[in-house]
């Protein structure tokens, strides 16, 4: 089997940059990355620097349009579907036109992605989004994993999920993301894993085991779910603990304790004596000192109910010996979630500079050079910690070794 990628939703090249850092022959044969409303499109032009563009099966290029205008019978084969995409409404309706037919909501890009699974039957692939999505939504918890894992069962894939927190496996930041590695049950690797157990695949066997090893495991529980999208869009509610597996129609899902390699604490990532711009000046310093401390404020509902907002404190600046926290879109504005640190240089606290946010998410140094600040930030906050991808190919590699 030929090792090549599609990259769905590709923002700056994450998991191009996971899989080339291998060195183990994987070619990315296309890719998309359209970032909705904006005027100049930043993350594509960033791409496109590093790796040139690619261009369908009629020679056009159309990488950098929204995902939903492209026609998926001009993607270029791959091997393997990768894609980190965001955690929106799953929910479907019966088309009007027809009882077999679903609909789902505009602009949500799971649609797209399965399309692509349809449209090209790729043996592999591997997903990334927030680990919000095995809850969602609050009123019917679990629907919206439920609607994918229906999706892929009744296009004859099974799937294996983790929950992975990346300080946990060697990162510097805790960033809690879900993977969803699912695979084609014609595969060899789809066989192999049919004549094994749940239990074998969830401790020791499966993709996600072997990537990031387990210290311990609650007992599994276990529910089918089908193939029929509507009935689980209407009525399915679970709940998805970190870790799981579904095989035909039946869900399999147990709480697994994360393996504890060291840690990169956020103090190996920073810069000396950086810019003068990035430190926190003047009046400025009572402002974050106010953000990021303890409060009670009593606020009114629009019904006129009045209760107290509390937050606890969080640390000013953040701690050097602890990994960071959860890199956001937002990083570096005025907000309680940006990280301010000490500079090891100067000892004035500052935020963090964009290749420190680089850093962060596992990327070269400077892979975003060229954009505006603000950008930079932004597009690691969208980004995912390269290292987790690799870690994931090398397993990619033994298995694909042993596919025709
Ligand atoms: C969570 S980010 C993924 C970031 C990526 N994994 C990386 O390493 O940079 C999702 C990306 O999807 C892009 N996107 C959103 N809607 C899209 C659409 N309709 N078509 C193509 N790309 C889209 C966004 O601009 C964003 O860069």
Redesign the pocket.
Known sequence: MEKTICE????????RLGFDRLDSGWRTTWF?????GAATQW?HQCYVQHYGDSPDLNNEYHTG????SVEKSSIPDHSLLV????CQDYSVAHTLASAHGIEGKK?V?WW?IRDVLIAKQPPFCLL?NVDRLLKSPAKQRGRDFGVILACLSALGYSVEWRVVNAAQYGAAQRRRRTFIFAYRNDTHYGKEMAGRSFDEILREDGFMARAFPIQGMEPVRQKDIGSDIVAVSDTFAFTFENAGYMHGGTIYTAKVVEAEEPATMLGAVLQHNVDEKYYITGDKMAKWVYLKGAKKIPRRTKEGHEYVFSEGPIAFPDPWDRPGRTMLTSESTLNRSTHTVVDPGTGRIRLLTPVEAERLQGFDDDWTAGMPDRMRYF?MG???V?PMITRMGHVLDDIIADEE
């Open positions: 769905l939703f590709a923002g700056v090249g994450g998991f998309s990355q359209w970032e909705p993350a349009e929204d995902i939903a894609g980190g995409f965001p602009g890009l797209q990334e597009c969208n980004a995912l390269v």
